[in-house]
């Protein structure tokens, strides 16, 4: 009877990837993007006011000119675009 009562023990499983080579760079069945690496909002969590003076301190910081020209001039049609399929009468804005 202790024969058929005993559970055997699990068998421990050592699997490692045919193409891994591990130079240090951790987990291969971690899930990161790519970008992580680049962006500085990823660290590790540290509260509210933490998290908004480092995405207001790289938004400060000096970027490519072209891209924010861009990024007005887009969103000032999409405001535009909305305000003509609203009908929004711009007259109210100018005195006669």
């Given amino acids: 009877m202790g ?3 005993k559970l055997r023990k699990n068998r421990k499983y050592n699997y ?3 193409y891994y080579d591990d130079k240090g760079e951790g987990s291969p069945y971690k899930m990161q993007p790519k970008l992580d690496k680049f962006r500085t909002t990823v660290d590790a969590p540290r509260g509210l006011k933490g998290k908004f003076s480092s995405a207001m301190s790289d938004m400060r ?3 490519d000119r072209n891209l924010r020209l861009r990024m007005i001039i887009i969103t000032a049609v999409l ?10 009468d711009l007259s109210i804005f100018f005195t006669k």
């Fill in 3 to 5: 024969k058929f009562s």
């Fill in 16 to 18: 490692s990837p045919r």
């Fill in 61 to 63: 910081k000096t970027g």
């Fill in 79 to 88: 405001i535009l675009i909305f305000l003509y399929i609203i009908d929004f």
